[in-house]
């Protein structure tokens, strides 16, 4: 079975700074990755899919890299309304979710 | 505008059967999968399974294999996730989202407590 490793699992920024974070597949999952932004208490939103493609309507300081086993979720300036927990998710085969990353404002 | 609308929230006893729907609008019911995701208090989401409306196929989670049970309603645009043989561990929000790779749009989630 694939794993989802992410990390950190949490971290606190302070406001215009860049945040990244990490999510590794045990095995090649290609291209076949989404990241999703929760809101406490709201279904979780995409934000980036196919591990680079920026969801409609997703601002643009939101990226995201990476292929085969190691992908990149990036906030070039984080923003207030940026705090929540991040998930990555593979679909390579069953879909399977990253163990989150909760962001704070320092 | 693409929505989907779950069921309000459920109380069982451990031991009892739970379904949930799911009703979508705006878009064409056969063209997009719908998966069904839970999320325990303070834990990740985990996919449990997913329906194609056109063909019927499922596929579910090794861990929830047995005991749940994905359905459709063509006429009612509408699926539905049933887990049966309830225990306190799946008190969870469950969700229903659309995608065949991205999921772009989820319902709003349907709490399920399970409590003697």
């Known amino acids: 079975d694939i794993q989802m490793t992410q990390s950190p699992s949490s971290l606190s920024a302070s406001v215009g700074d860049r945040v990244t974070i990490t999510c590794q597949a045990s095995q090649d999952i290609r291209n076949y990755l989404n990241w999703y932004q929760q809101k406490p208490g709201k279904a979780p939103k995409l934000l980036i899919y196919?591990?680079?493609n920026l969801a409609t309507g997703v601002p643009s300081r939101f990226s995201g890299s990476g292929s085969a086993t190691d992908f990149t979720f990036t906030i070039s300036s984080l923003q207030p309304e940026d705090i929540a927990t991040y998930y990555c998710?593979?679909?390579?085969?069953?879909?399977?979710f990253g163990g989150g990353t909760r962001v704070e404002i320092k | 505008q693409v929505q989907l609308v779950q069921s309000g929230a459920e109380v069982r006893k451990p031991g009892a059967s739970v379904k949930v729907s799911c009703k979508a609008s705006?878009?064409?019911?056969?063209?997009?999968?719908i998966h069904w995701v839970r999320q325990a208090p303070g834990q990740r989401l985990e996919w449990m399974g997913w329906i194609n409306p056109g063909n019927d196929n499922t596929k579910y989670s090794q861990k929830f294999q047995g005991r749940v049970t994905v359905t459709r309603d063509m006429s009612a645009s509408t699926t539905y996730m049933e887990l049966s043989s309830l225990k306190y561990e799946d008190t969870a929000i469950y969700y229903c989202?659309?995608?065949?790779?991205?999921?772009?749009?989820w319902g709003q989630g349907t709490l399920v407590t399970v409590s003697s």
């Open positions: 196919d591990a680079s």
């Open positions: 705006g878009y064409i019911f056969t063209s997009f999968v």
């Open positions: 998710q593979q679909y390579d085969n069953f879909p399977l």
């Open positions: 989202a659309r995608g065949n790779r991205e999921w772009d749009y």
